[in-house]
Antibody, heavy 115, light 107 residues
Framework: QMQLQESGPGLVRPSETLSLTCSVS????????WSWVRQPAGKGLEFIGR???????NYNSSLNGRVTMSVDTSKKQFSLKLTSVTAADTAVYYC?????????WGQGTLVTVSS | EIVMTQSPGTLSVSPGERATLSCRAS??????LAWYQQKPGQAPRLLIY???TRATGIPARFSGSGSGTQFTLTISSLQSEDFAVYYC?????????FGGGTKVEIK
């Protein structure tokens, strides 16, 4: 069965760039959309954006143009970059398959923005 | 931007009882709605998509209904493993949006 695994630094300094990678195993990355969702501690879920295996992207405008996503089909990975982070970007970040509903999800990775 | 509102915020239910969770969209999303279950420390798990279609492996005690702006998730007979937070999510309009969640707790 398909599995997703997020990786990246758990601590990012304010004003710097958050960078995460999601590795896909147990299935093909091709022909699908891949998404990022985040969840601040004790709060709800926020959709960040999605990328197709072809490289086509759509981002949530609530992130004010700070988001960039990319995909590497040869490595079966896709990535998220969020620039100019602040404490408000502290959250568990999930990767997931899908462009409409999301299934499956990675286990999530906590990213803390702090100096 | 569509706002998704879930009610109640917390639902206290005894094991074996029925739980009914509501989700309201600020404008019509047609049938483009999904439901997820999230347990503490875990990622969300897809339960329902297209308002009423159960995802693979989801027990029949979970059912979804509704269209337009009003949706319901029903758990027919709560099992111990069903106590969790449930989120609805619309995918009819950009940006995709989640509700604030309903926590189902043991009464």
């Amino acid at each position: 069965q398909m599995q997703l695994q997020e990786s990246g630094p758990g601590l990012v300094r304010p004003s710097e760039t958050l960078s995460l990678t999601c590795s896909v195993s147990g299935g093909s990355l091709l022909s699908y959309y891949w998404s990022w969702v985040r969840q601040p501690a004790g709060k709800g879920l926020e959709f960040i954006g999605r990328i197709h295996a072809s490289g086509s992207t759509n981002y949530n405008s609530s992130l004010n143009g700070r988001v960039t996503m990319s995909v590497d089909t040869s490595k079966k990975q896709f990535s998220l970059k969020l620039t100019s982070v602040t404490a408000a970007d502290t959250a568990v970040y999930y990767c997931a398959r899908g462009s409409d509903w999301f299934n499956p999800w990675g286990q999530g990775t906590l990213v803390t923005v702090s100096s | 931007e569509i706002v998704m509102t879930q009610s109640p915020g917390t639902l206290s239910v005894s094991p074996g009882e029925r739980a009914t969770l509501s989700c309201r969209a600020s404008q019509s999303v047609g049938g483009n709605l999904a439901w997820y279950q999230q347990k503490p420390g875990q990622a969300p798990r897809l339960l329902i998509y297209a308002a009423s279609t159960r995802a693979t492996g989801i027990p029949a005690r979970f059912s979804g209904s509704g269209s337009g702006t009003q949706f319901t998730l029903t758990i027919s007979s709560l099992q111990s493993e069903d106590f969790a937070v449930y989120y609805c999510q619309q995918y009819n309009n950009w940006p995709l949006a989640f509700g604030g969640g309903t926590k189902v707790e043991i009464k």
